[in-house]
Nanobody, 120 residues
Framework: QVQLVESGGGLVQAGGSLRLSCAAS????????MGWFHQAPGKEREFVAA????????DYADSVKGRFTISRDNAKNTVYLQMNSLKPEDTAVYYC?????????????WGQGTQVTVSS
C-alpha cells in the first residue's frame, strides 16, 4: 500500500519560512517524480513544484520561483519543500504527489495534505 505522509505545515508570519517533508512508502521511490500542489479555500488545486526521479529536472510555478526550493533524498524516500519569504497568498493545504517516471496534473498518488497558514 502506497503512503505519502506530509509534515511541517503550520502558522507563520509573512516573510517567514517553513519546510515541508513528505515521506513515501510502498513504492520504488527512485522511480517516481515527486511534487507539491496546493489548494486554497474555494480554489482549484494548483501545481507548486516538481522534481524528476533523478533530481535532474526541477520545475516551479511562476508564483513561487525564487522563494521555494524542492529537493529529494532517495535514500530516505523523502521529498522536501523549503518555503521562504512566505506571503499570505501562499496560505493553502499543501499536498505531496508522486508520478511514475514523470509528474502530470493527474499524479498516481496523493498525500493527505498539510495546512500552511501565513498571517499578514
Amino acid at each position: 500500500q502506497v503512503q505519502l505522509v506530509e509534515s511541517g505545515g503550520g502558522l507563520v508570519q509573512a516573510g517567514g519560512s517553513l519546510r515541508l517533508s513528505c515521506a513515501a512508502s510502498g513504492l520504488t521511490f527512485s522511480s517516481y517524480a515527486m511534487g507539491w500542489f496546493h489548494q486554497a479555500p474555494g480554489k482549484e488545486r494548483e501545481f507548486v513544484a516538481a522534481i524528476h526521479w533523478s533530481g535532474g529536472r526541477i520545475d516551479y510555478a511562476d508564483s513561487v520561483k525564487g522563494r521555494f526550493t524542492i529537493s529529494r533524498d532517495n535514500a530516505k524516500n523523502t521529498v522536501y519543500l523549503q518555503m521562504n519569504s512566505l506571503k499570505p497568498e501562499d496560505t493553502a493545504v499543501y499536498y505531496c504527489a508522486a508520478g511514475y517516471l514523470k509528474l502530470t496534473g493527474d499524479p498516481d498518488y496523493w498525500g493527505q495534505g498539510t495546512q500552511v497558514t501565513v498571517s499578514s
